[in-house]
């Protein structure tokens, strides 16, 4: 177990190298001087030398990936020129409505996704199920933005039960956190639901066809039994896979929803930062946002055991 | 069996209709049958006959396309074709059980044994769990489980196919049923482990009185376990009789026919001249597989080790082993679909083992393969004619060369050179296979290597196919490397036998010598274990 | 000739069923209801991308300070430029520039399309050698995978964000930034299936006839990734289109004058509240023309590929 964790562990470096050295290119692929880039259009000569200095860019390239892995490693993300601050101040304010905005859709697109798929998939071929499919496949073709104006505008405006935007702390009032959650997190979860809810329906069909269903059912085993029991603990693999790389539409995903509903995010980050060609904190969120997708990835796997003995390599 | 007894189960009439679009309009077509206490009744059949049908249509566990349209389904008296499905889930494992093909998936992969043959348990008793553990390890020491205890915690992926197909058995007779449904229940097993599961089946269902419907399509298995025979074609019952009867005095042609295919498995003597020039000859050949990984020691799989061959013009030499014993991975090494890591190959005076690709390409011409399944063994997007002459055109043969070549050898194969243009789905099994073989003679092989080439088929057809590879052999004085697990086949077809176990040849030397006196133990459990082996078909079918 | 053995006669009946299912892949498609759904409505997407100038529209891109913020339906005078002037409503209302929404949408057609086309086309192509390299040239194998797991690691939109940052926007930029993040999944699905053929008992057949490497390649192996890869395309054609209106609404796509889908909503999000419209219109099209992709995406998968609507 322990060694198949370490492999884990150890098959993510690779993958988190190519990541760091695309983010590090990312800059050097930009037209014209990094230094200038990064210290914006308001800077001094004297500031876009010191900018120079630092990074090391009269150094051979791979010099410069050296220093700026090092900096990375010891938490230095460097500075935001744009907002005048170290770009891991910025993403600590900024980090709270993200995490929290991820956790409600989870838990609202998850609630809603699975017991979908496993009625379409228990009902395959009912009127239920071609609902099912047919609100999955809408769920993939409205974009997020499109979802979150519609819901704003009927929940919002029209019948005014809910705030149309921004974001209050939860320390602060958590009733009215809640209530600034419920719309984006909704309009977030539509598409993981859509695909989640397939994925269901399809794994739950998939184990359905297998022999030991048919042995289940052999033993005279109810329906419910033999859904419950047998086919929905070994559809769970593919299910957990799905949910693992939603993750990163549910990233994507938080830029958009973040930008309509006014909250103070790192997706919103993402879009200003871009807007005001702050590389610091573009390549800052980049990173963490494909560390914590390689690492919530990671935690899957390893999770795999839980529902699946064969798996110990 | 005495008239007073009620069956236990009796088929009246029976039919199941087909889907729209079928080739036939029934799956199984006024079948009546019946199986008394005690018994063992044999549905035999070839694939396509409706026999596994006739079994899922008793346990309710049909699929939705397929319809029972007719007939009667008795299980002691009680009509089961009409009743409703919470009684048919009644009945399942308490009245009635089933084991099926393939143990390796017919056991949830994520549930322990124990768990599994607990809820039959808790589903139709009341038995507290103390009692029903107590059951269970009952149950696993009757099906001669080892330690049962570790057993009932194991989960199936650490059992053997064998000892998965002994759960399954467990879990079919905990409640002792009356009626046991087996569907080709050893046709997944190695010889030697199936002879274990027809006696462990025969020895329970005689203990206990249960009626069995033994459904198979290898007459051994029949000869070996049979009361009574029911033979089916088509969905329809042919004969039915006591199995001595069917066997030796088999009364409607088709079971004549199906029997007379079953191939002896005493070797015909074959008078071959023994002083043709040696086409192959391995020396110490070996593939040893190894798999790295960080943390772990390197493991090394040795999957044939130290093979010598020796095979001459116009002689067959088997190979037979069961699953896992190297022999296809020595027909692969020598027909270099894998690079062997160890020892050599010698083709004629070509050592072939260690040449690279770019050498190794003239010389792929003189060693040609028959793969096993002929469904997956000829491109499905291009035409037959395509796939034959397009050897001959690698090597420089015109189109019209190669097709010309390519007509006279479907000619040579029995088939219609006119058809050169269809496509493999256009095809049955057998034909396809004949294809693959023309393909492999287009090539104008020194060495032929047929992996399993007849495994996949039906008996009859398996009969014609084998007598073409042999006219084949006689005609074009070639060498055959015949890979089978099917001691029979090997016995009608091979001229020199190599046993092979554990990636090791135990045994090597002339059919007559090997299968008449063998000497290594494992060829003697082996054979041993050959199902009906005491009964000579070709002779039967003879007198 | 063809000797009459049983197997023959057994076996009749089926293969004439079988030559019956085996009708070619294509027919079976364009039966498909979903593949017609999906296919009539883009069509008229198609028509009206190629029509929009003669569908009554005007200069997609012409500001007029007079007539700012219409609801759909009022009726405007604009200035001709021969001086005199002309009255039309205006369907869709105006934006706050003044733009006409209804020419703005139809002409915004023409990105979406173009959009989705070319990034489908872009990322299946290259996916395609890349797939072909990674599955059959061994030592290039591991490092294609490495890099394409890294690039997989990054949200695919916050990698298109990160390509736009690079250069500034345009049109090609945007396609360009939407291919990179596709690429990954098509090169596996490519390698996929490379590995799985060239195990198949056919290729080694054609390998021991002694089939040169590349008509290995194009003869057997190549032909069954079309069917694959022609599902595939369809689905990132529709989430390329979406990608595009995702990134011009958060103002990082295509220049804003361009009139795109993404652009026109993007425009209307500060007046959302009084003038719903300029999101609505603009947002049924986008998502019309992707459920339509996504319908016939399904429609082919199923035809097509069988095995693979198993799987997501």
Redesign the interface.
Known sequence: MLDFIARRLIAIVPVLGVVAVFVFLMLRLTPGDPAAVIAGDNATSDQIAMIREKLGLTLPIWQQFGIWMGDILQGNFGESYFFKKTVAELIAQRIEPTLALAVCTLVVALSAAIPLGVIAAYKQGSILDRFVMGLSVLGFSVPSFVIGYCLIYVFAIELGWLPVQGYIRIGVDFWGFLERMVLPSTTLGVIYIALVARITRASVLEVLNEDYIRTARAKGLSNRVVLMRHALRNAAVPILTVIGIGIALLMGGAVVTESVFGLPGLGRLTVEAVLSRDFPTIQTVILLFSVVYVVVNLLIDISYTLFDPRIRY | MSVAVQPVLEVRNLSVALPK????EHAVEKVSFTVNPGEIVCLVG?S?SGKSVIAFTV?G?LAKALKPTSGEILLQGENILTAPESR???????RM??I?Q?PM???????TCGEQID??LS??TKLDPAARKAKIIAILTRVKLPEPERIYAS?P?QLSGGQRQRI?IA?ALVLDPVLLIADEPTTALDVTTQAEILKLIAELQAGQGTGVLFITHDFGVVAEIAHRVAVLRWGELVEMGPMEQILSRPSQPYTK?LISSVPSIHPVHRGVRLDGATVLRTDKLGKTYSGK????KARTVKAAADVDLDIRRGETLGIVGESGSGKSTVARCI???IDPTEGRIYLGDTEIATMSARKL??H??R???V???PY???????TVGE?II??PM??GLSRDEALARARSLM?TV????N?LDR?P???????RQRI?IA?AL??EPELLIADEAVSALDV??QK?VLQLLDEIRVRLNLAVLFITHDLRVAAQICDYVAVMSKGRVVEYGSAEQVFGSPKDEYTKALFAAAPGRNWDFGKASAA | MSAIVPDDIVDSASIAAASNKRRPLWQLAIRNTSVIFGGVILLVMLFIAIAAPVLGTVDPTRIDPASRNKKPGTEITYKLEDGTSAKRTVIMGTDSLGRDVYSRVLYGTRVSLMVGVSVAICAVGMGLVIGLISGYVRWADSIIMRIMDGLMAIPGILLAIALVSIWRAGLITVIFAIVIPDVPRVVRLVRSIVLTVREEPYVEGAISVGTPTWILLFRHILPNTIAPLIVQATFTAAAAILTEAILSFLGIGIPPETPSWGNIMAEGRTLFRVFPHNILYPGIFLAFTVLAINIMGDGLRDTLDPKMSKKV
Not at chain 2, 21 to 24: C, E
Not at chain 2, 293 to 296: I, R
Not at chain 2, 425 to 431: A, D, L, N, T
């Open positions: 679009g079928a080739d036939r070839e396509g346990m566990l048919l889930r009644e009945l399942r494992c308490t059980s089933m099926f393939e998936t017919a056991l949830n992969p994520v549930m809820e039959v589903t139709h989960f992926h399954m879990m026919m990984s960080f943390f772990q027909a270099r679909l390409r003239p792929r011409r060693v040609q393969i793969f096993q399944d997956r063994s000829m491109n499905p997007r291009i796939s397009e050897g690698n090597f000619e029995r088939l219609d050179p058809s496509y789905h256009q095809f049955s099994g057998g034909q693959c393909r287009a090539m009859s057809v014609q």
